[in-house]
C-alpha cells in the first residue's frame, strides 16, 4: 500500500471510529408492539380490494361512535371540537365550502382505511376491524349517504357511491384509479 492510501485507510478509520462513538442511545422510543404493526401495516386502496373480512351495521356504530368518537366529533359529528364529519353537501362550489366526509371524500374505502389506521385520534389502530365498518357505517347514514339498514363489509363497502366521486381531476398514472367522469359540481375544475 503506497503513502497516501495508507493514510486515505487510516483517516477512513478513524472518522468511521468517530461516528460510532457520536451514536449515543437516548433511551427514547420503543420497539412497536405486534397488533401496532398489523394496524399500520394495511393500507386500503379507493377499490377497496384489500378490506378484510368482517362486517358493521349503522347501530353498532352509532354506539361506538358515541363512545368513542363524539368527543372530538361531535354528538351528531358536526359540532366539533375536531373535525366536522357530517354535512357540507352541495357546498363545495360555494364561497363557504364545507368539507366533511360525506361532500368532499370520493371513496367510502378510504374512510375505512383511514379510520382504521388513525382513529380514534387518542388510540389508532385499536378498533377491530367489525368495529370501523360499524363506525364507518354509522357515518356514512349521518350523510345520508347508505340506508340505517344497511350492512358494511368488503364486498358492501365498495360499492357505496360517495356524493362528490367524480369531483376530482384524475392521476394521469394509467395504473391508478379509473379515471373520474366531468363533473360540474367540482370545485376544481
Ligand atoms: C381525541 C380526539 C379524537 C377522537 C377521540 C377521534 N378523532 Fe377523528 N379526528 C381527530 C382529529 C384531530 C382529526 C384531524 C386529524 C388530521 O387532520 O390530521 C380527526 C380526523 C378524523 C377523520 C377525517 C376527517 C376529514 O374530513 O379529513 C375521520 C373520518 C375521523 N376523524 C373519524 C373518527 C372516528 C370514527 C373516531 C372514533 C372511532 C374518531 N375520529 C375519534 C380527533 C379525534
Known amino acids: 500500500m503506497r503513502w497516501p492510501e495508507a493514510l486515505a485507510l487510516v483517516l477512513a478509520t478513524l472518522v468511521v471510529a468517530a461516528l460510532a462513538a457520536q451514536s449515543p442511545t437516548y433511551g427514547l422510543g420503543r420497539a412497536p408492539k405486534d397488533d401496532e404493526i398489523k394496524a399500520w401495516d394495511m393500507a386500503v386502496g379507493p377499490e377497496g380490494k384489500e378490506l378484510p373480512p368482517g362486517s358493521g351495521t349503522v347501530a353498532d356504530g352509532a354506539k361506538i361512535y358515541a363512545a368513542q368518537c363524539a368527543a372530538c366529533h361531535g354528538k351528531t359529528g358536526k359540532e366539533g371540537p375536531n373535525d366536522v364529519l357530517v354535512g357540507g353537501q352541495g357546498t ?98
Open 92 to 189: 363545495l362550489n360555494t364561497s363557504k365550502p364545507v368539507k366533511t366526509i360525506g361532500s368532499y371524500w370520493p371513496y367510502a374505502t378510504t374512510i375505512w382505511d383511514y379510520i382504521n389506521r388513525s382513529m380514534p385520534y387518542n388510540k389508532p389502530g385499536s378498533l377491530t376491524a367489525a368495529e370501523v365498518y360499524s363506525v364507518t357505517a354509522y357515518l356514512l347514514s349521518l350523510n345520508g349517504i347508505i340506508k340505517e339498514d344497511a350492512v358494511m363489509n368488503a364486498k358492501t363497502l365498495p360499492e357505496v357511491k360517495m356524493p362528490n366521486r367524480n369531483g376530482f381531476i384524475g392521476d394521469p398514472r394509467p395504473d391508478w384509479h379509473p379515471k373520474p367522469a366531468k363533473s360540474a359540481s367540482s370545485p376544481h375544475q
